[in-house]
């Protein structure tokens, strides 16, 4: 990552002005947990607009605030970029409309509580913590205060038993992940003398890139990068906690998380520990083969829509490492660049089922798309787009997206490794293409009509429509990757 030179603020308070986003949402979150307690249940959709306008002020917050250059603050705890104000407006964006997705299916079920909102406030906040973290001590508050709310959302619904045994094997296996990666943060400390990323970066470039400590450390942070990304051989717990998850809960999951998993492999990986790039990238590679082929094999034997794009999402990640493992700029680029065309495309894949499912019928099941476009052409459209970008054809935004990271561990002479990714994308193009088979070509099993708000309706188009649109002009989204990571 080539950064301008950092501006560094001396005093501690001063820096507050540019975490005035953070402080704001914390507000907010607070805020709106107390009104929540004023209103009955037929009055809670406040809460969830009172959540979405929340979110879109942060985001405006974050927009205008100027960014030179990487700006230090808070002693070192806290840092801005590009990247950073980037990651957080799509992470905001995103789970607004995750929230406006899921209003329709709490209400439906009886489970609209505050509650829900309230903990997706605070996972988002922790999320844009983490993805300015300058210190270890930031990235660990930052992804536990996340990954704390998320244990509870996944076990939201009290009543569903499914839901409580996921919430359980993913806090056992997230706790074990989580003390993992704090190890490895203490090696990497007892090793440099250092907790700032900055000065962690100047001490291995300074001799310790070859410390046999320093690469134990690196060994037990990229297990913890790797579950919280759900990477081969970590992610055991994506497809039960995907598919025992209120759909509302498993929508955020896999999108607004898997943001926040990418700032920390970005913070870890090539800002704190560049100098020890040639080790990473070597354990990287094995993560990155090992998640595109589990996760577009195991991927075809699915009925379950969430499990199916569960392993999607694993084999999704294996491409994100491989922009990363290049060591290049033209690589961190191509994986930004697909994390954010990934986040779109899953955020309306799962808006879809969401769309689909009424009280009593969850529509998680592959065979609960047949025949979509006799029952409604439209969404069966929308949905035909997700799934060509997903599978990467051209010209859809996701073709773009494997390109580019093709192309950059081809700049590192990686043939083998783009060889791998090309075959494996060929293998999971199957059972994205088999969805659209079944919404054209095979007899609707359901005649119920389609619900969802207009709100809904409107938003889950618009979002299909821009993963569509990105596709057909792919630069505007391209500079804005290339930009951040100057």
């Not at 359980?168 to 250092?194: Q, W």
């Not at 134990?216 to 790797?226: M, T």
């Not at 009925?303 to 999402?313: D, H, I, V």
């Not at 119920?448 to 596709?471: E, K, Q």
Request: glycine fraction near 10%; proline fraction near 3%.
């Amino acid at each position: 990552m080539n950064s301008p030179v950092p501006f560094s603020v001396s005093q501690f308070d001063a820096g507050l002005t540019y975490a005035a986003p953070e402080i704001f949402l914390g507000l907010a979150a607070c805020a709106i947990l107390l009104l929540d307690l004023l209103l009955n249940d037929e009055q809670r959709r406040w809460t969830g607009a009172w959540s979405v306008i929340s979110l879109a002020v942060t985001a405006l917050l974050v927009v205008v605030q100027p960014v030179p250059a990487k700006i230090v603050a808070l002693g070192g705890l806290f840092e801005l970029d590009r990247m950073a104000q980037v990651l957080k407006v799509v992470t905001l964006l995103t789970v607004a409309a995750v929230f406006v997705y899921s209003t329709d299916y709490l209400r439906r079920r009886a489970i609209l509580k505050g509650e829900y909102y309230v903990l997706g406030l605070f996972a988002t906040l922790g999320g844009l913590v983490l993805i300015s973290a300058g210190s270890l001590i930031t990235l660990y508050l930052g992804l536990e205060l996340m990954s704390l709310c998320l244990y509870a959302m996944v076990a939201f619904d009290r009543e569903s038993g499914v839901a409580a045994e996921s919430a359980i094997k993913y806090f056992v296996l997230g706790s074990m992940a989580s003390g993992t990666l704090l190890y490895g943060m203490s090696i990497v400390y007892g090793v440099t003398g250092n907790l700032e990323l900055a000065a962690i970066a100047g001490a291995v470039h300074n001799g310790l890139g070859d410390n046999i400590g320093l690469v134990f450390g690196i060994a037990f942070l990229i297990v913890g990068i790797g579950f919280k990304f759900g990477a081969v051989p970590f992610h055991m717990w994506i497809p039960d906690v995907y598919e025992g998850s209120p759909t509302c809960v498993t929508v955020f999951i896999g999108t607004a998380s898997k943001l926040a998993a990418f700032a920390l492999a970005m913070r870890l990986l090539p800002e704190a520990l560049a100098g020890s790039q040639l080790d990473w990238s070597q354990m990287l590679i094995v993560l990155a083969v090992l998640s595109m082929a589990i996760g577009n094999i195991v991927a075809i034997a699915q009925t379950n829509l969430k499990r199916m794009l569960a392993y999607s999402t694993i084999s999704h990640v294996g491409y994100v490492l491989l922009g990363i493992l290049s060591g290049t700029a033209q690589g961190y680029q191509a994986s930004m660049f697909y994390m954010i065309s990934y986040v779109i495309v899953a955020a309306g894949a799962f808006g879809m089922i969401l769309l689909l499912a009424r009280e009593g019928f969850e529509a998680d099941k592959i065979v609960d798309f047949r025949g979509l476009n006799a029952r409604s052409p439209w969404f069966a459209g929308m949905m035909a787009i997700l799934m060509f970008s997903l599978a990467g054809l051209p010209p859809f935004i996701g073709f773009w997206a494997k390109l580019g990271v093709i192309q950059a561990v081809l700049g590192v002479h990686y043939t083998w490794l783009a060889v791998v990714a090309v075959l494996f994308s060929v293998v999971g193009a199957f059972f994205y293409l088999r969805i659209v088979k079944l919404m054209y070509f095979d007899e609707p099993t359901d005649a119920a009509t389609i619900g969802g708000s207009t709100l809904m309706r409107t938003v889950l188009s618009a979002n299909a429509l821009l993963a569509f649109g990105l596709g057909v002009i792919p630069g505007t989204l391209l500079h804005l990757c290339a930009r951040a990571l100057q």
